[in-house]
């Protein structure tokens, strides 16, 4: 199936923030890390937790959930993720809902982020991701660069990717 109208949608800015949430708790047992997210958001913690940034939600515009665009795919460009270190930029919370998956959605929701890096954060040489998997980020161009502690999850692999300007 092709998807022809995905709209991406910066959570923060979005008009109904509702109904994103109820399509969260209507997936999250999909991934663990989903409960977390949607706590750090109902709680308004989720810039004191993750600084400046956003979550960006890839939506089919084509298959509503309750007369809205259903979640596709989703990631955070913020200045933290799930590890203590001064580097930033990070694309974390990165999902993608079991029926869109093997299209390739998230290289949009990433290629948006490494779009927007330059100018969202001057002062960064690279946008990281955090991870267990191996073989997916590098697929849009990340490069393993070293493990590191994440405050959740124990040891995780940290991958990077160049800022273009």
């Known amino acids: 199936m092709k998807y022809k109208k995905m709209r991406l949608i910066d959570f923060f800015n979005y008009e109904d923030k509702d109904s994103i949430l109820k399509q969260l708790e209507s997936i999250q047992n999909e991934w663990a890390a989903i409960p977390q997210l949607i706590s750090i958001i109902k709680e308004n913690k989720f810039h004191s937790t993750l600084g400046n940034g956003t979550m960006w939600i890839l939506a089919d515009e084509e298959n509503l959930t309750n007369g809205k665009p259903t979640i596709a795919a989703f990631a955070n460009f913020t200045d933290q993720d799930e590890i203590d270190s001064p580097l930033r930029p990070w694309i974390g ?17 990433i290629e948006h982020c490494m779009s927007i890096a330059s100018s969202a954060y001057p002062d960064s040489e690279y946008v990281y991701i955090s991870t267990a998997e191996t073989g997916l980020y590098e697929k849009y161009g ?16 940290v991958y990077r990717r160049k800022i273009i300007s």
């Open 93 to 109: 919370f990165v999902f993608t809902s079991p029926a869109y998956r093997g299209r390739h959605l998230m290289g949009q929701i």
């Open 142 to 157: 990340f490069t393993y660069f070293q493990h590191m502690t994440s405050k959740w999850n124990g040891e995780t692999r």
